[in-house]
């Protein structure tokens, strides 16, 4: 792999190659969105796309028949519109039939309504694609939750259709004149995804009454929604046992997913939650279920989101078991394992943890499950790791290795590459890494700038260096500026002033230190220098031979009424030769 080349998601387009994370996803989306688009238009206008030109004709290389083949009201044209995802038309035949007198059977009443739950009630669309229902809210392990029903609603509503009351689903389902466990366990599990947990525990209770057995996909949909139907942790896991003792009883065989929608919900848990996991992979293990990468997520999210980190056992036992295969998308949270578990270890600050972690998700196919967020999102945190706790020789190395093929270093990364530096004595290296910056478009954050500007400004280097820090510095004095109308100057601070003097004097250029709005500019902001910045000025203008400089300077002490002023005109009398008019 081309350490220097973009992801292949952005090779197509060398033009368009991004700079940095945002730029890196606005077209990754921007790809998405046109691929989306061009299946509206096939959609939307079919009699664009009915002439096939090639030879031979490839059907799967071909647009879908979308359009709608059986004119008229009948239980077939019903089951079409139900194959072709067309919800309102769905609805409309079922209506004119059941006005009409003409029953529908319950198998094809039963797919309407899995079109109706899977939907929300909204008609298709050719992006949308099953969400997952991700009922997670973070940072809840500390406490007893308050009113869990209202914040699966509100986290419901950024994920899909609200559940309305007696929508399409509910008045069919009512209508219906006979009803079978696949009925019932249907709107229970589009209650759970459409954000009504009460509601689809009731239904659970109907299903019940009426002598039913539910599903295992249902009995996991109802695990997951355990969080918005109990307050306290201990009811929540009784909730769980009871659910669990159902499927016994109804001789229904837990999955993967069941048990992942066990470890998901114990995260809300609290201690409950640590104490009772472990038993639930004991259980896993017991029915023969190999865990998927969710389960190690979930897993990790119990025991390393708290305050008081536990040791690396837990993490460790994990890499043992993930070191060993090569994972198969199971679950639709198994692509949050890689970036939790690289957080975990730089929690921790293990770089060994984090070497055999990124070893596995390079393993066979593993890999595929970080997509463009993720992946900057995991290298984000693994460089950070490498900064804090490797040789500056390694880091730079990963660092060249990892970006832009892999990775768009974050301001973060930035600044942890700076620590390292100073760290290892190695402020040279500074201009290189200046120039990733311009790159990168962060020139205009004042946090970075500042401190670069320290680190170059703090101690005394080589004259080559000096000069090297000097260009870094007239660049930061540019990005201060507006480079458009629509740009805001950005305002100067009283240290990165008075660094910016600091450079220019080591570097000799005392007409850059005072005339190109550096020392001026004190006056002008409001902004009072330090002694060591009107030092470093004198002694450059004496060692470039300007004198009027330096009566420049010690009027400016004078006019800022600064303590140093009569100092300095004691050395400026001593350092320079005056003439009677300098005087």
Known sequence: QDPTAAHYTFQDDPFLMPRNATNSRLYSLSKESGRNAAKYIIKNFPHYFDKTFAEPNVPSLMPETLTPQIEGVSEEALKERICLRRVKESVDIFDQLTQGGTSVSLETTNSLLDLLCFYGDEESTSEKEEEKEDLEEPGVNGSEQKAPQTRFQRGSQSSGPRWRENNHAERIFKIMPERNAHSYCTMIRGMVKHGAPSKAYGMYIDLLNERHKADVHTFNALIRAVPYLKERFIERWELIKEFLTHMAQQEVQPNLLTFNAVLKTLRRCGGVGRSMSLLVMKEM??????????????????????????????????????????????????????????????????????????????????????????????????????????????????????????????????????QALDAANQLELIPSVWEDVKQLGFTRRQELREELLSLMSRDQHPDEVQLAFAKCAED?????????????????????????????????????????????????????????????????????????????????????????????????????KLSETQK
């Open 285 to 418: 293990e017991a029915l023969d279920i190999e865990p998927s990468l969710a389960t190690y997520d979930h897993l990790l999210s119990i025991f390393y989101r708290v305050v008081d980190l536990p040791s690396s056992g837990i993490i460790s036992e994990v890499l043992d078991d993930v070191e060993k295969r090569s994972f198969t998308p199971q679950d639709p949270d198994d692509a949050h394992f890689f970036p939790t578990a690289m957080q975990v270890c730089c929690d921790l600050k293990d770089i060994k943890l984090a070497y055999r972690l990124n070893k596995a998700m390079e393993k066979g196919d593993n890999w595929k499950f970080l997509d463009m967020d993720r992946l900057n999102g995991y290298w984000s945190k693994f460089f950070s790791l490498l900064c804090m706790m490797e040789q500056i020789e390694v880091v730079l190395k990963w660092y060249k290795e990892m970006w832009p093929s892999v990775f768009y270093p974050t301001l973060k990364n930035i600044l942890d590459l700076l």
């Open 476 to 576: 930061i004095k540019a990005a201060h500026e507006p480079a458009g109308r629509e740009q805001v100057p950005l305002e100067w601070t009283g240290s990165a002033l008075g660094n910016m003097v600091i450079l220019f004097s080591r570097a000799g250029r005392t007409q850059d230190a005072w005339y190109v709005n550096m020392m001026e500019h004190f006056q002008q902001t409001n902004r009072i220098p330090t002694d060591k910045v009107m030092d470093e000025f004198l002694t450059c203008a004496k060692q470039t031979n300007c004198p009027d400089e330096a009566i420049k300077l010690v009027k400016l002490a004078a006019s800022l009424g600064l303590p140093s002023s009569q100092r300095l005109k004691s050395r400026m009398e001593e350092e320079f």
